[in-house]
């Protein structure tokens, strides 16, 4: 037996965004036992990408259950990064659409720290995560870091020894992590016990960071999510348009992503039971 998901099917919808975000209950039901209270202050560090608008939208919306109790109330845009587009072009325009939405606008990490219990490390350039990280968590504060976690094996791991040594909850996610569909798959509520999994999607490369941690990531999140942890082995198979990633779990099963870079591609996939 098998069931094919998809982008209109397989993620849970909002009013707001249009689709659901790496933000959910499920994330934030973990900060209402620290912050029992209403209004828990927020601040977003890095303004250039859309996910800054998208997250302030949902979390400020006071319609929207999964983010009551919580509000963006400052943010950080940073300098950007001269040398990825995706960064400098976008990060005037998002950060005057933040401050339209009513968020004030600080001139400094140190400065956010003092105003907010929550930190959203969004800015889009993953090189920048671990010196962008390192305050918050030596400050205490919870913490999730938009994709990329980093743009190194060697700045992630940083990152959550950090975390362990200052004892500071902290997590990086796909949007797609928080796919209803993807979740009653893993729980095996629509196919059973999950056998195996292909998932594909647009693996563009950025060249500042490394081959699939730019964009890949959504696909390989999706794979994760339904197979859940003990991958033990991975091959690649790499050229200039596809990569074709196959990884073996510990009790066996096999879960495969395609990336692709022509042609339009979605991301899907298909999970069998």
């Known amino acids: ?82 040398d990825l587009p995706a960064s400098i072009n976008r990060l005037e325009g998002f950060t005057e659409g933040i401050s339209d939405m009513g968020v004030e606008i600080v001139n400094s990490i140190e400065e956010l720290l003092k105003k907010v219990e929550v930190v959203l490390l969004t800015s889009v350039d993953g090189r920048r995560h671990l010196a962008e990280a390192l305050p918050v968590l030596q400050a205490g504060k919870r913490m999730f870091i938009d994709k990329p976690v980093a743009a190194s094996l060697k700045d992630t791991l940083a990152i959550y020894k950090a975390a362990e040594e200052y004892k500071v909850p902290v997590f990086s996610s796909s949007s797609l992590r928080w796919s209803v569909n993807a979740y009653a798959l893993r729980r095996g509520e629509l196919v059973g016990r999950v056998l195996g999994a292909d998932t594909y999607g647009p693996a563009t490369i950025e060249p500042t960071h490394p081959d699939l941690f730019w964009y890949g990531i959504h696909g390989i999140e999706l794979l994760y999510t339904v197979m859940n942890t003990g991958c033990k082995e991975v091959i690649r198979v790499h050229q200039p348009n596809t990569d074709i990633v196959v990884g073996t779990w510990d009790d066996g099963r096999l879960g495969s992503y395609r990336g692709g870079r022509s042609g339009r591609i979605s991301i899907n996939g298909i999970a069998f039971g």
């Open 1 to 82: 037996m098998q069931t094919k998901y998809n982008r209109r099917n397989f993620l849970k919808k909002s009013a707001t965004t249009g689709l659901s975000i790496g933000l959910s209950s499920t994330a934030f039901s973990s900060f209402s036992s620290v912050y029992p209270k209403d209004d828990v202050p927020i601040g977003m560090i890095g303004l250039d990408t859309s996910h800054c608008i998208a997250f302030t939208r949902l979390i400020n919306n006071p319609d929207e259950e999964a983010t009551k109790g919580y509000r963006v109330v400052a943010a950080y845009p940073t300098k950007g990064s001269a």
